[in-house]
């Protein structure tokens, strides 16, 4: 079955730069759309970007172009969330999803705070 462990959150502070992972399985990687979700207390989970299977499209949500970079190791099955410049409003617990499947991780919690 899919399996997806995310990693890499923690404090970081306004201005600061995390990186988060995803180890994925249970599916042919390298053939399926990737995506990071995020949700905030209180609030809705949210799409923040997604990446093609072949890494060659990218998309992400306004509030995080120029700041946040998608990326993926199709040898490893991973993928990854370059998170610069973070804001207090990036706070929530980051989640990778594959499209297609309905399969969530545990999610990992980035606090963004002075």
């Known amino acids: 079955q899919v399996q997806l462990e995310e990693s890499g959150g923690g404090l970081a502070q306004p201005g600061g730069s995390l990186r988060l992972s995803c180890a994925a399985s249970?599916?042919?990687?390298?053939?399926?759309?990737m995506n990071w979700y995020r949700q905030a207390p209180g609030k809705e989970r949210e799409l923040v970007a997604s990446?093609?299977?072949?890494?060659?499209?990218?998309n992400y949500q306004d509030s995080v172009k120029g700041r946040f970079g998608i990326s993926r190791d199709n040898a490893k099955d991973m993928l990854y969330l370059q998170m610069n410049n973070l804001k207090p409003e990036d706070t929530a617990v980051y989640f990778c999803?594959?499209?297609?499947?309905?399969?969530w991780g545990q999610g990992t919690q980035v606090t963004v705070s002075s």
């Open positions: 249970g599916f042919t990687f390298r053939f399926y759309w």
């Open positions: 990446i093609s299977n072949t890494g060659t499209i990218i």
């Open positions: 999803k594959v499209s297609d499947f309905e399969s």
